[in-house]
């Protein structure tokens, strides 16, 4: 877990006042499961077994079938992002990105986005990057990564799209403030280093 602002758009299982409903298509039934637990017992072992009742109900009751795995992150991902909008679950792929990000140096083109209202925006290219010396800019939002429109994608589908070796090309094209068309940027990837610190010495001795 970690508390970044990352406004994510991952697919989860809904878990909705204690209830989750579900429609089979096979014919005309549904099935809703209530909150079987006593408002008075609210220990953790009754939340879990509340929890495995809907996830049985789920995996055989749905028209489709079921990744486990996957919908138990879905939970893990919603119960996490319940604390406050600065909270969220990572998986072992994200926490990777999150790693490089932070802790070292990763091939792509150096912006710092964030997700707002299902679209990707630029917080910031990073000095001296690839992003910053083609003119993008803060505020811009990323409308497409290639031939792929990325509104309402999963923020790290999108960044993974972006990284990449270094020396190839990706191509941008973002929606700016002001200006009527698309605006295309043609970028090549190089190694980003993320810099924990910056500094410079003022006047009178003061860094």
């Given amino acids: 877990m970690s508390s970044l602002v990352r406004t994510l758009g991952f697919g989860a299982l809904a878990f909705a006042g204690g209830a989750c409903a579900t429609a089979v298509t096979g014919g005309a039934q549904s099935h809703s499961f209530a909150n079987a637990a006593n408002a008075s017992d609210e220990s953790p072992q009754a939340l879990l077994q509340q929890l495995g009742r809907v996830l049985v109900e789920v995996e055989t009751n749905y028209v489709d079938p079921i990744d486990r795995r996957k919908l138990l992150t879905g939970a893990i991902k919603g119960m996490v992002a319940e604390l406050d909008p ?7 792929e994200e926490y990777r990105l999150f790693q490089s990000d932070t802790e070292g140096a990763f091939g792509g083109v150096g912006i710092e986005v964030d997700g707002r209202n299902e679209m990707l925006t630029v917080i ?20 497409r990564v290639e031939d792929e429109y ?11 799209r972006m990284r990449g070796m270094p020396g190839t090309h990706v191509h941008l094209w973002v929606k700016r403030e002001g200006v009527k068309d698309l605006v295309k940027f043609d970028l090549v990837r190089e190694v980003i280093r993320v810099a924990a610190v910056t500094s410079r010495l003022l006047a009178g001795g003061v860094a």
Avoid: C, F
Avoid at 86 to 92: K, L, Q
Avoid at 150 to 160: C, F, S
């Fill in 124 to 143: 910031a290219p990073i000095e001296g990057s690839p992003a910053e010396r083609a003119g993008v800019k803060s505020g811009d939002r990323i409308v």
């Fill in 86 to 92: 600065h909270s969220s679950y990572m998986g072992p």
């Fill in 150 to 160: 990325v509104q309402g994608q999963p923020l790290d589908k999108v960044v993974k």
